[in-house]
């Protein structure tokens, strides 16, 4: 049920938001935009750094992406500080596939990530105060996070299942269990990629 209330919530936003574009032209997400990107290279190659795609394609050596680098905070990237002379390991997609216009939603929330400059954290995909957030994690809720917890936040928002038990998968519900078991190893960035999501391409995006 609550999970019903956060999808209409969601869908009435969607819909305000796409009235008051009624006088443009309509979009939704092309090329690779909303998806995510891998590269290796992280803690010793143990595992792999992530990212979101937020423009369609990789081009002449710009890979856009929104990603948390580990240090400041969740920020708009390019191809050279999101590889690093690292090797590019895919792009990925929730396991049912998303629409254009669930990506377009995709881009809105990493729009509210970046402009809430939320601090990195190395243990937990998202950290937040449980005593103090709502059912539901809001982006101005969120004290910390790190690059895996990016990509889970943004797809779990939107009802786009990554990695958990059927009773805490969705990252974006409050709870101190479900905080504590997106925690440590028991994900990474490369785990989510391999066993929790669908390999779209090796290639370059």
């Known amino acids: 049920m609550t999970t019903h209330i956060k999808r209409l919530t969601a869908l009435a936003a969607?819909?305000?938001?796409?009235?008051?574009?009624?006088?443009?032209?309509?979009?939704?997400?092309?090329g690779n935009q909303g998806y995510a990107v891998y590269r290796d290279g992280v803690l010793g190659n143990y595992t792999w750094h992530a990212a979101i795609m937020s423009l369609p394609h990789w081009n002449s050596g710009s890979l856009p992406v929104v990603q948390h680098p580990g240090s400041g905070w969740v920020e708009y990237g390019t191809w050279p500080e999101f590889i690093g002379g690292k090797v590019y390991q895919g792009t990925y997609r929730p396991k049912t596939a998303p629409t254009s216009v669930n990506r377009?939603?995709?881009l809105s929330m990493e729009r509210r990530l970046v402009d809430e400059q939320?601090?990195?954290?190395?243990?937990?995909?998202?950290?937040?105060?449980?005593?103090?957030?709502?059912?539901?994690?809001?982006?101005?809720?969120?004290?910390?996070?790190r690059c895996d917890g990016v990509v889970e936040y943004i797809y779990e928002w939107y009802g786009f299942r990554v990695y958990g038990s059927d009773t805490?998968?969705?990252?974006t519900k409050a709870s101190w269990s479900g905080r504590e078991r997106h925690s440590g190893n028991s994900v990474t960035p490369k785990s989510q990629a391999q066993s929790y999501l669908t390999k779209i391409t090796s290639s370059l995006p």
Do not use: K, R
């Open 118 to 145: 939320i601090n990195y954290n190395l243990l937990y995909q998202v950290y937040y105060n449980t005593s103090t957030a709502g059912t539901w994690v809001d982006p101005g809720e969120v004290t910390s996070m």
């Open 104 to 106: 377009d939603s995709f």
């Open 168 to 171: 805490y998968w969705d990252v």
């Open 14 to 30: 969607a819909t305000l938001l796409a009235v008051s574009f009624a006088v443009a032209p309509a979009y939704a997400a092309i």
